[in-house]
């Protein structure tokens, strides 16, 4: 399982011109790594991700999931590429108010068809895994801000994705909880062989990631070790 990005540009219209986003971008995120994307404000991490998400199809280059091309597939077969394939986890965790942690997750399980008996069984496996054993059964409005955070990763991880990214996941929370979050995530991403891509403004963090790239103006920089 890996994530790989080739050659890709992406433009935007900008008046009577256009605006490139991103330009010539590679990157190779192997599985049960970490690759942390770092930048100012408009360089260019919204679109990489979106881009790595299947969300924007590029103007020219590839973007490879779990060893399959996305060039070409129609719109349900992205769809159902990133529902198989992919997790996400947002900066905030827009959890549905009325449904509990478990149900958080089994609904990502039933949208994908899968067993019931078998998704209620992975969603307190990976509850137990982040922590949330005992809180199962509560509301996004009885949970913490770290606690719901939480959620939303166990939800991303529910369809067993190979790649999972991540956007900003620490910047409601403060230093503590967010540390403890991407710790999480780092952990996760090795146990679970998952290719992980963390968009990040915060370089007190950079230590979670096993490699660092940085993107400014649409270009991205060769990821270095950590």
Known sequence: M???LTDVTLTYPDGGTRLTA???VSLHVPAGTTTAVIGPSGSGKSSLLAVAATLITPDRGTVTIDGVPTTGLSRAQLASLRRDKVGTVFQQPNLLPSLTAAEQLQAMAHLAGRSPRKAASRARDLLAAVGLADL???RPHQLSGGQRQR???ARAL???PAVLLVDEPTSALDQERGAAVLNLLTTLTHERATATVLVTHDR???TAADTV???LDGRL???LAV
Do not use: C, K
Request: proline share 4%.
């Open 2 to 4: 890996s994530l790989d």
């Open 22 to 24: 991103l330009d010539a």
């Open 136 to 138: 199962a059964d509560r």
């Open 151 to 153: 959620v939303n990763i």
């Open 158 to 160: 529910m369809n067993e």
């Open 204 to 206: 007190t963090h950079l």
């Open 213 to 215: 790239a940085e993107v």
């Open 221 to 223: 920089g060769t990821p």
